[in-house]
């Protein structure tokens, strides 16, 4: 009878591990601040709404990519700024911290940002590509996971975007 609930213990172990591999989708939410070290003092509040998709390898390794745009601009004084777009790729690691569903993980990846700004009589648009990091917790429950944590999503020459990202997924 102990040979039966071991080999019923490892099967339903094997089953766990392979169900947490595969495709899945989902949508986030970012709050963004973005400052330039050229500028002092002036902070642009940016949020962005986005879709994702990604494969998880196992219950460590997953990869995915996301777009977003933005939707809400920031005015200072007469000039508008806004978030047209965000593309990127990110490596997505998690350590799961114990059977309640909970874990940390760290993002790693390359993003290309599109923004636009305004004032009367001028506006200006442009992209650049930047390395992206972020880390936080992660809860998951059957095929839903949500995480929430902080993402720079761009750092490249004086100008940062980063602030904090809201996922929820579902798992095909």
Do not use: C
Request: no cysteine; proline share 2%; glycine share 16%.
């Amino acid at each position: 009878m102990k040979k039966v609930w071991v080999a019923g213990l490892m099967a339903l172990a094997t089953t766990a591990a392979s169900a947490a591999e595969g495709l899945y989708a989902g949508a986030t939410y970012s709050t963004i601040s973005v400052t330039d070290s050229s500028v002092p003092g002036v902070k642009v509040d940016l949020d962005a709404l986005g879709v994702l998709g990604g494969y998880r390898f196992n219950d460590h390794v997953a990869v995915e990519g996301r777009l977003s745009t933005g939707v809400k601009d920031e005015r200072l004084g007469n000039a508008k700024f806004s978030l047209d777009s965000y593309v990127g790729v990110n490596a997505l690691g998690t350590l799961p911290l114990n059977a309640s569903g909970f874990s940390l993980y760290g993002t790693l990846g390359y993003g290309r940002v599109e923004v636009s700004a305004s004032a009367p009589g001028v506006s200006a648009s442009g992209s650049e590509t930047s390395v992206s990091y972020g880390a936080g917790l992660m809860f998951t429950s059957g095929r839903f996971a949500v995480r929430g944590g902080y993402e720079s999503l761009f750092d490249k020459q004086g100008v940062e975007g980063d602030g904090v990202t809201l996922t929820a997924t579902y798992a095909f």
